[in-house]
């Protein structure tokens, strides 16, 4: 199954950033630690705003830092999602 969308998640790189394990960032924001590590691996398929507000408030960030769409170019010379 390929994907359907470009959006990549830098999860990984603001936890890196925070000091942050997964587990703890699970434990603030109210979700599992599977939902979590679905998130930082960039496999979610879909974010509820409550999430994403929750992710903001605990990583102290927008979501801009969170997500990004590259454009064409850059999807097609990296396939791999930036965690």
Same mark, same amino acid.
């Given at each position: !199954? $390929?994907?359907?969308?470009? %959006?990549? %998640?830098?999860?990984? @790189?603001?936890?890196?950033?925070? &000091? !942050? $394990?997964? @587990?703890?960032?699970?434990?603030? =924001? &109210? =979700? *599992?630690?599977?939902?979590?590590? =679905?998130?930082?691996? &960039?496999?979610?398929?879909? =974010?509820?705003?409550? @999430?994403l507000t929750a992710i #903001?408030? /605990?990583?102290? #960030? ?6 990004? /769409? ?5 999807s097609a010379s990296d396939? *791999?999602?930036? %965690?």
């Open positions: !199954m $390929t994907d359907d969308h470009r %959006v990549r %998640v830098h999860l990984g @790189t603001l936890l890196d950033e925070r &000091g !942050m $394990t997964l @587990t703890e960032f699970a434990d603030r =924001i &109210g =979700i *599992t630690l599977a939902n979590a590590s =679905i998130l930082k691996n &960039g496999r979610a398929r879909a =974010i509820r705003f409550s @999430t #903001c408030d /605990v990583l102290e #960030c927008q979501p801009g830092d969170l997500l990004r /769409v590259p454009r064409n170019q850059e396939p *791999t999602p930036e %965690v």
